[in-house]
């Protein structure tokens, strides 16, 4: 079974460019989940889709970040413009549904951004 | 609203000594826990989690952790440390209900070296 695929998995930009990141679930995954890793930090979520409709985006800078996952398979997570402060690795997750006793999140590689 | 606390961001064993890797939680509503390993530019691997039911958890890789509901602690730990075990390590917990169900909230990670 094919993993959760991200790309890019390394970019750098200078300040107030524009970036995009995309996602490509496992399979039959419904729900879909974007993380932010700080360097010396844990993930945090920043997006949870159930299918291409939004769950939690409360942790999601929407000034500058947005998300979106047509028709419920691949995502893209943008940036525009980007911060030095948005330098992290973002990570991708999904799973079969959000029940956390059923099902596990399998995460991909991550995409590590440099913001100069 | 649920946290983790990670004691120690840096953790040196010795090859065949015992791993010790504390984690204690704070949650309104009974926990889900879980813990991941992150080996370098890979992306989360679930190494167990808890849910209900038997409070000592054993995972892939030898590893286990005992759920102590009066201690709020998750403790990761492995009879004998492997070269191959060295990794980043988190802990983290789901809330289990709500707008935000399966959401993971993770500590800020342990970083384990293992000596020959």
């Known amino acids: 079974e094919a993993g959760v695929a991200q790309s890019p998995r390394y970019k750098i930009i200078e300040k107030r460019q524009s970036v995009a990141f995309w996602c490509n679930p496992i399979?039959?995954?419904?729900?879909l989940y974007w993380y932010q890793q700080i360097l010396g930090q844990g993930p945090k979520l920043l997006i949870q889709?159930?299918?291409?409709?939004?769950?939690?985006d409360s942790q999601l800078p929407k000034d500058r970040f947005s998300a979106e996952r047509l028709k419920g398979v691949d995502s893209t997570l943008k940036i525009q413009p980007a911060k030095l402060e948005d330098s992290a690795v973002y990570l991708c997750?999904?799973?079969?549904?959000?029940?956390?006793?059923?099902?596990?999140?399998?995460f991909g590689p991550g995409t590590r951004l440099t913001v100069l | 609203a649920q946290s983790v606390t990670q004691l120690g961001s840096h953790v040196s064993v010795s090859e065949g000594a015992l791993v010790l890797l504390r984690c204690n939680y704070s949650?309104?509503?009974?926990?889900?826990l879980f813990w991941y390993v992150q080996y370098p530019n890979q992306g989360l691997q679930l190494l167990l989690k808890?849910?209900?039911?038997?409070?000592l958890v054993k995972g892939i890789n030898g590893f286990e952790a005992e759920f102590k509901k009066s201690e709020t602690s998750f403790h990761l730990t492995k009879p004998s440390a492997h070269m191959s075990d060295a990794a980043e390590y988190f802990c983290?917990?789901?809330?289990?209900?709500?707008?935000?169900?399966?959401?993971?909230?993770f500590g800020q990670g342990t970083i384990l070296t293992v000596h020959p």
């Open positions: 949650s309104s509503v009974p926990p889900y």
């Open positions: 399979s039959g995954h419904a729900t």
């Open positions: 808890y849910t209900t039911g038997a409070t």
């Open positions: 983290a917990v789901s809330t289990t209900g709500g707008t935000s169900y399966g959401k993971l909230t």
């Open positions: 889709f159930q299918n291409n409709g939004v769950v939690d």
């Open positions: 997750a999904s799973s079969s549904s959000p029940a956390p006793r059923l099902d596990t999140q399998y």
